[in-house]
């Protein structure tokens, strides 16, 4: 296999490219930049991409389906950031990887102790030498419902952890898992929406889970909810929500993605004006955040998404995984399935 890798990152990905296409025997060529229209014959003599969450449109996957590409390797879980039904008109297989869900299942308990513990006004406040506790109290995770959307090896991991946390525990999925089960009580959805003290949202980008948390849904919430989401901007109207920090329906939001924000993150935008002005309401909130989409980044993450884009686009070549055109490996390889 010959692969072009675009958002090359040299300051972590690079060594482990180097090492996994050298003991593979695999020849790879590389940009800095996201595919675009201009830059997609940069990827041609090769078999495949191998790319992040960076938007694939219709005119890029035509661009690169005239520079010869066969398949696109998205370095990630989700590949809702591809036009899949394009890719499939063209011809273009599309497949996604798996890594630890750890990564993402301790940024996701991390963001829930924050909400619990007013972090982010806590630290506000200290930074000006402010040292009162009037405003600061804490919930107890231990008297708290969890409610967890979601039961995909990320949801479960975050049950698994929060097991040691003495708090009740609420996951919602259509499967059921015998191990979870000992530690989590399956619900329905709007039971978990009702009785639940802290929601935490783990299903795929796919466009039947869009805004599955909407206006209506947040009037069926106890009131001072908290909500975490690490799993896609699009689960969430982002609108409503934030009618709903300002009307005190929810007490914390903690958010590692929001709704446009593709091809934003992973560069320094310092100098720039913003027009995503959603991020900056709510990071203006102080029971509210915005990161930039980063709770998989851990050394064992990154290291899994390079290693197992190589082994997964091996195999793939070699006829070993599912070779159905444009509607890539959905469902048929444990990646972008209803849930993460
Ligand atoms: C995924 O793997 O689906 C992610 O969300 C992480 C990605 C942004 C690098």
């Not at 027009?275 to 909130?285: D, K, P, W």
């Given at each position: 296999m010959r692969v072009f890798v675009y958002n090359m990152r040299d300051y972590d990905e690079r060594p482990f490219f180097d090492d996994i296409c050298l003991k593979e025997g695999v020849e790879y060529g590389y940009s800095y930049e996201a595919p675009t229209v201009e830059n997609a014959a940069l990827a041609r003599g090769y078999d495949a991409i191998d790319i992040i969450t960076c938007p694939v449109d219709r005119p890029r996957l035509e661009a690169l389906k005239k520079a010869g590409i066969k398949l696109i390797i998205s370095r990630t879980v989700g590949t809702d950031h591809i036009d899949r039904e394009a890719a499939k008109q063209l011809g273009?297989?599309?497949?996604?990887?798996?890594?630890?869900?750890?990564?993402?299942?301790?940024?996701?308990?991390?963001l829930i102790l924050m909400g619990c513990r007013r972090f982010k006004y806590l630290t506000m406040r200290t930074v000006a030498q402010d040292y009162g506790l009037e405003g600061r109290i804490g919930k107890d995770l231990s008297d708290s419902t969890v409610g967890i959307i979601g039961g995909g090896p990320i949801g479960k991991a975050v049950a698994r952890r929060l097991s040691g946390f003495d708090c009740r525990i609420l996951m919602f999925d259509r499967h059921t898992d015998e191990e979870i089960a000992g530690i989590a009580e399956y619900a329905d959805f709007d039971r978990v929406i009702k009785e639940s003290d802290i929601l935490s949202l783990h299903l795929a980008g796919r466009p039947e889970n869009r805004h599955i948390i909407k206006r209506d849904t947040f009037a069926m919430m106890k009131d001072g909810v908290h909500i975490i989401n690490t799993a896609r901007g699009l689960l969430m109207d982002t609108e409503a929500l934030i009618d709903n920090i300002e009307s005190g329906k929810v007490g914390f939001a903690g958010l590692d993605v929001i709704e446009n924000e593709i091809g934003r993150y992973y560069y320094d935008h310092g100098d720039e004006v913003l027009?995503?002005?959603?991020?900056?309401?709510?990071?203006?909130?102080p029971n509210a955040f915005v990161l930039p989409h980063m709770a998989f980044y851990t050394e064992a993450a990154v290291r899994d998404m390079v290693v197992n884009s190589i082994i997964k686009g091996k195999e793939y070549f070699a006829g070993e995984i599912s070779r159905r055109t444009g509607s890539g490996t959905d469902g048929a390889d444990g990646t972008d399935k209803e849930r993460i």
């Open positions: 273009i297989d599309v497949i996604g990887i798996t890594y630890t869900p750890g990564a993402v299942a301790d940024y996701t308990v991390m027009t995503n002005r959603q991020i900056s309401i709510i990071n203006g909130f």
